[in-house]
């Protein structure tokens, strides 16, 4: 995903791991302000950590390049076999 903002990695890859299409996503700037993150991760450092909540994921963002994705994921759902966790 070189070239790309970060907030549109993420969206991409939200998309991938669901297999939507990134469109169909509810859009990411109504959870953090998608400019301010572009610019910090423009020459981010490593000492750099970022965790927001967009479309039902938790959201980890590390400098070193580092994005962790977890599912959000009800009480009910918790207890069953199907929880999600993805790394990128």
Excluded: C
Excluded at 27 to 54: A, C, K
Excluded at 77 to 83: D, F, I, L, V
């Amino acid at each position: 995903m070189a070239g790309e903002d970060v907030s549109t990695a993420i969206i991409m890859s939200i998309a991938a791991i669901e297999g939507r299409d990134p469109l169909d996503l509810d859009p990411m700037f109504d959870d953090i302000e998608t400019d301010s993150l572009n610019t910090l991760f423009n020459s981010p450092s490593n000492d750099l950590h970022v965790q927001f909540t967009t479309n039902g994921w938790n959201v980890q963002l590390h400098g070193s390049g580092e994005a962790i994705f977890e599912r959000q994921i009800s009480l009910s759902e918790a207890s069953g076999p199907n929880s999600e966790k993805s790394t990128a």
